[in-house]
Nanobody, 125 residues
Framework: QVQLVESGGGLVQAGGSLRLSCAASARTFSRYAMGWFRQASGKEREFVAAVNWSGGSTDYADSVKDRFTISRENAKNTIYLQMNSLKPEDTAVYYC??????????????????WGQGTQVTVSS
């Protein structure tokens, strides 16, 4: 069982930055690929970014490419999402998730085994 806790959300103006963190309870954290998803009000949960077990491979949704950066620190059991040049359409609840297939970079929700509770990000125009 893996418990995930997100933090770092908040209210920011368009063009600003935020860094989200996700702390994991697993002692075998480095054996999981990790991802960030988001869900805006009234919409489906969508893929944002993923990182493999080592941090050496990453993938992004087209909508956030070149603005967001996913990274991980296995020694701290933590992943991050650095979000720059934020837009009002980035407003959503952001969730981190863990995938037992450690080498995979999946954008499919059903591939992830564990989920956090989410953190709200609101971008004002």
């Amino acid at each position: 069982q893996v418990q995930l806790v997100e933090s770092g959300g908040g209210l920011v103006q368009a063009g600003g930055s935020l860094r989200l963190s996700c702390a994991a309870s697993a002692r075998t954290f480095s054996r999981y690929a990790m991802g960030w998803f988001r869900q805006a009000s009234g919409k489906e949960r969508e893929f944002v970014a993923a990182v493999n077990w080592s941090g050496g491979s990453t993938d992004y949704a087209d909508s956030v490419k070149d603005r967001f950066t996913i990274s991980r620190e296995n020694a701290k059991n933590t992943i991050y999402l650095q979000m720059n040049s934020l837009k009002p359409e980035d407003t959503a609840v952001y969730y981190c998730a863990a995938d037992r297939i450690f080498w995979r970079l999946s954008y499919t929700r059903d591939d992830y085994d564990y989920w956090g509770q989410g953190t709200q990000v609101t971008v004002s125009s």
